[in-house]
């Protein structure tokens, strides 16, 4: 029945305000009782002094029977409620206005009595009850006589068998009724008004746990838009709960996106593999066969022909499964950067000395641009000569002849920015946002570039993450591309 967690604290609140009202009503009844018969008490101290100097019950030791005669007589008129014992000195009930049959004792105990001659009713003193072996009663207690030396006590019972009770308390005092009604009224307002205090704040936990329902039975769908309302200062632990749960969904809706993204690149990576692996060997089969064969037929020519054409094949087969190789490692948690100071515009000569033969072959002007004062970089040199070498080398396969690459090099405080400029066929802008993905080819690309495998630029792309560093393209079409990076400088 208890499966909510309004329920739950409902069924606590109940049971807290019950044990605090349970308390409350005992506390008020208690202090009502006790202050009833404090007052009532003081009041009536010099009772039994009054009575023993206006009629003394006993004369030399002898109990004066008209005497108390009178003073029962009188006192029943005045408050039938009192009950009026005659001790003698030692604390024996020697007579009593009450019925025989009800007296369960036969004295009364006289510490009570002289803590009230001494101190006058302050604090509030009880003493035996003869109707009770136990109990004890508020009094008023009197010597007698009131001078000299001591015969007995006059003892009076202020509160009789009316008061014996707590339930004939309540029944005969309105106000302690209207007290306790009161009392009652004001806890069940309580309750009703916790209850729904509980309501507004267990309303909000119970909307927040419907929204996390719903989106985990929606996980399977597309679109995930519902969220916790949450304000932007959140007011409370609810509502941080709900802001936190925002963040966590937001996050969650991110990565399954992700996913499915790395899922479809995933599955178009191992047709773009299988495709460019499978050109190659194929082409490797076919004219291995052919040259098997047809090898007592065919010329010198046409042997060395299709071994060219085989080796080729080869190359480039082995360029991509050394490629995949190295994305696989620049991938993995264990690759290990060995960061150390270089010189950049070494560097850059190296990498354009090593492409200069291709590129004239090609007819392209391939330059490099810094000046020489140009600070060392901070990096991982092999790594960073590799991006040279990609962005080169794609740079010269999409130049035609007659055009230019150039490599220049800047440095301001803290970085070195690298742009390789060339004046190739250049990029659509909508392809710009995919040319760092794995296996993308231009729309653009001839028959000729097909063989180009996609991973340069991610690999490229990966280097300088890694390094924790970015590389933006800026092109045109037929007008060129440049693409740019920074390297953290050593600084004096």
């Known amino acids: ?232 200062h959140p007011r409370d632990e609810i509502d941080a709960l709900g802001r936190t749960f925002n963040i966590m969904a937001d996050k969650i809706d991110t990565q399954l996106a992700e996913l499915k993204s790395n899922d479809t690149k995933r599955r178009e990576l191992i047709a773009n593999v299988s495709h460019d692996l499978r050109t190659p060997l194929t082409s490797l089969q076919g004219y291995l066969e052919t040259l098997m064969l047809k090898q007592d037929t065919l010329s010198d020519e046409e042997k060395q022909k299709y071994l060219q054409i085989v080796t080729g094949h080869s190359q480039r087969l082995g360029q991509l499964v050394t490629e995949l190789f190295e994305l696989a490692k620049l991938d993995s948690v264990e690759t290990l950067l060995h960061i150390e100071p270089f010189s950049m515009g070494e560097l850059v000569q190296d990498v354009v000395q090593k492409y200069q033969l291709t590129a004239v072959n090609k007819g392209i002007q391939l330059k490099s641009n810094f000046g020489e004062d140009l600070p060392s970089a901070y990096g991982d040199i092999g790594l960073i000569q590799r991006v040279l070498e990609n962005l080169i080398d794609n740079a010269i396969r999409y130049t035609s002849a007659g055009g230019s690459i150039t490599v220049d090099l800047t440095s301001n405080k803290d970085n070195i920015a690298v742009k390789i400029i060339d004046t190739g066929c250049g990029i659509e802008k909508e392809e710009l946002p995919h040319i760092f993905d794995r296996f993308y080819r231009s729309k653009r690309e001839d028959k000729e570039r097909s063989y180009n495998s996609g991973l340069g630029l991610a690999i490229t792309k990966r280097i300088l993450s890694l390094h924790g560093s970015d590389i933006a393209a800026d092109s045109d079409v037929d007008q060129g591309t440049t693409f740019t990076f920074e390297l953290p400088a050593q600084t004096i």
């Not at 009575?51 to 030399?60: E, R």
């Not at 006058?120 to 009197?142: C, E, M, N, V």
């Not at 909307?207 to 039975?217: E, G």
Request: one cysteine or more; hydrophobic letters at 45%; a neutral charge.
């Open 1 to 232: 029945m208890l499966n909510t967690l309004y329920k739950k604290l409902a069924a606590l609140l109940f049971l807290l305000l019950t044990a605090v009202g349970a308390c409350l009503i005992w506390l008020y009844i208690y202090t009502a009782e006790m202050y009833e018969q404090e007052v009532s008490q003081r009041l009536n101290a010099t009772l039994a002094g009054h009575i023993v100097s206006d009629s003394l019950p006993i004369k030399n030791g002898a109990v004066d029977q008209s005497a108390l005669d009178s003073i029962f007589h009188m006192l029943m008129i005045i408050n039938p409620g009192i009950e009026v014992y005659l001790l003698d000195a030692g604390g024996k009930i020697l007579a009593y206005s009450a019925p025989p049959e009800k007296i369960k004792r036969d004295s009364v105990d006289l510490k009570p009595i002289i803590q009230f001659l001494a101190s006058g009713a302050k604090p509030l003193i009880k003493g035996s009850d003869p109707r009770h072996l136990s109990r004890q009663k508020i009094f008023s207690a009197a010597p007698i006589p009131a001078e000299g030396p001591r015969e007995g006590y006059l003892y009076v019972i202020l509160g009789g068998e009316a008061y014996d009770s707590t339930a004939d308390m309540i029944q005969g005092s309105y106000f302690l009724k209207i007290g306790l009604t009161g009392l009652s009224v004001a806890l069940v307002i309580a309750l009703l008004a916790g209850l729904w205090l509980l309501s507004l704040v267990t309303r909000r936990v119970g909307k927040l746990s419907a929204i996390m329902h719903n989106f985990l039975s929606d996980a399977k769908s597309a679109d995930f838009v519902m969220r916790y309302p949450a304000p932007e």
